[in-house]
Each structure stands twice: as structure tokens, then as C-alpha cells.
Antibody, heavy 117, light 110 residues
Framework: EMQLVESGGGVIQPGGSLRLSCEAS????????ITWVRQGPGKGLEWVSIIYAGGSTYYADSVKGRFTISRDKSKNTVFLQMNSLRAEDTAMYYCATPNIGFSFGLWGQGTLVTVSS | QSALTQPASVSGSPGQSITISCTGT?????????VSWYQQHPGRAPKLMIY???HRPSGVSNRFSGSKSGNTASLTISGLQAEDEADYYCTSYTSGNTWVFGGGTKLTVL
């Protein structure tokens, strides 16, 4: 069974760094794209970043230059390195991948990031 | 990377049909048949309801349907039920190899 499990969230001061992990099971992370989506408190879903099967990476303008997405096939895990964190980065962070079509059919349970002094 | 435009809220009575629109641009909705729709209940992760504009994943009720015309995609829910009350989001692939979500629509079943 395909599954994604996020971890690494927590409380961090503005300007700090955090690395989120998205561990996959039931499939190999290099066989398809995996994306990060976040949701601020009481807000809608916001697309953050994606790593495609070929390794190309893309970012939302709001995080470009501060966040880096990567993957480790040996750990079957995708990472989101978040630097220079701001209060507006406070959100639940989900990773997702397709299980059908060109969409995000499989989601993790999310990991909460709180940026606060 | 401007968000797709969705109505903030829609409502309907049980048994009725409602439609949620999702308006994008030439660089996303209009150019690709990669629009998908997600249902989210409070405190839960989003759930895929429609993919590739009009396809329904296995296990999703056939009361849910999707379509697209030009730069506007739509989600229609027929025979509204109480459990359909949730937030709904559209998303589209874009010309920059990125993705963009709509602002979300709160569905209230009266």
C-alpha cells in the first residue's frame, strides 16, 4: 500500500531553519513526482514545491531562494529544507504524490511548522 | 503564480445540485487538461475527488463530476448530502511546470 509520512515540523524562531521529511512506502520516490503543499491556520491550500521523477525542481515565488526540495532514494524520502523562515511560513505542511492521473491522489497526514519568537 | 479564482462559499439543500467554478488563465487551466479537485474536511488532509478535469478516482461517488470550458473548470455535486459539507479546492498544472491552487470554496449543506 502506498503511503506518505511527514515529519520534522516544530516551533522555530523567525530567521531559523527547519528540514521536513516525507518518507514514502509502497513505491519508490524516484518513480514519480512528489510535491509539498502548505495550509496556514484558517487559510487555503498553497502549492510550495515539487520534485519530478527526472529530478527537476520548482518552487512557488513565495519560497524561492529560501526553500530547497531534494530526495534520497536510499531513504526513500523527499526533504524540504526551509531557511530564513518567516511568520507567514507558519502552516501545516503536506507532501503528496499521484496515484492516478496528473494530480495529487495520495497525501500524508501533514506536519505543523510554527514560526514564532 | 496567481491563485485560481473560486467562490468563497456556496450552499445547497440536500438533494440539490451545486457547481463550484475555478477560473484560471491561458497559462494554466486553459492550456492543460490537468485540473483536479480536492475535498477537505476540518482537521483532515485533502482528498482527491476529480483528476484530469473530469475523471473520478475509484471510490468517489458518481455524484461528483468535473468539466472545463476555456479558462474555467467546474465541479458539480448532484444529490447533495450532509457529508458533502466541506472545503473544496481546485488545482491546475501551469506553463512554468508549477502548480497553482484555487482559494477554496466552503460548501454548506443547508
Amino acid at each position: 500500500e502506498m503511503q506518505l509520512v511527514e515529519s520534522g515540523g516544530g516551533v522555530i524562531q523567525p530567521g531559523g531553519s527547519l528540514r521536513l521529511s516525507c518518507e514514502a512506502s509502497g513505491f519508490i520516490v524516484t518513480t514519480n513526482y512528489i510535491t509539498w503543499v502548505r495550509q496556514g491556520p484558517g487559510k487555503g491550500l498553497e502549492w510550495v514545491s515539487i520534485i519530478y521523477a527526472g529530478g527537476s525542481t520548482y518552487y512557488a515565488d513565495s519560497v524561492k531562494g529560501r526553500f530547497t526540495i531534494s530526495r534520497d532514494k536510499s531513504k526513500n524520502t523527499v526533504f524540504l529544507q526551509m531557511n530564513s523562515l518567516r511568520a507567514e511560513d507558519t502552516a501545516m505542511y503536506y507532501c503528496a504524490t499521484p496515484n492516478i492521473g496528473f494530480s495529487f491522489g495520495l497525501w500524508g497526514q501533514g506536519t505543523l511548522v510554527t514560526v514564532s519568537s | 503564480q496567481s491563485a485560481l479564482t473560486q467562490p468563497a462559499s456556496v450552499s445547497g439543500s440536500p438533494g440539490q445540485s451545486i457547481t463550484i467554478s475555478c477560473t484560471g488563465t491561458r497559462g494554466d487551466v486553459a492550456s492543460y487538461n490537468y485540473v483536479s479537485w480536492y475535498q477537505q474536511h476540518p482537521g483532515r488532509a485533502p482528498k482527491l475527488m476529480i483528476y484530469d478535469v473530469s475523471h473520478r478516482p475509484s471510490g468517489v461517488s458518481n455524484r461528483f463530476s468535473g468539466s472545463k470550458s476555456g479558462n474555467t473548470a467546474s465541479l458539480t455535486i448532484s444529490g447533495l448530502q450532509a457529508e458533502d459539507e466541506a472545503d473544496y479546492y481546485c488545482t491546475s498544472y501551469t506553463s512554468g511546470n508549477t502548480w497553482v491552487f484555487g482559494g477554496g470554496t466552503k460548501l454548506t449543506v443547508l
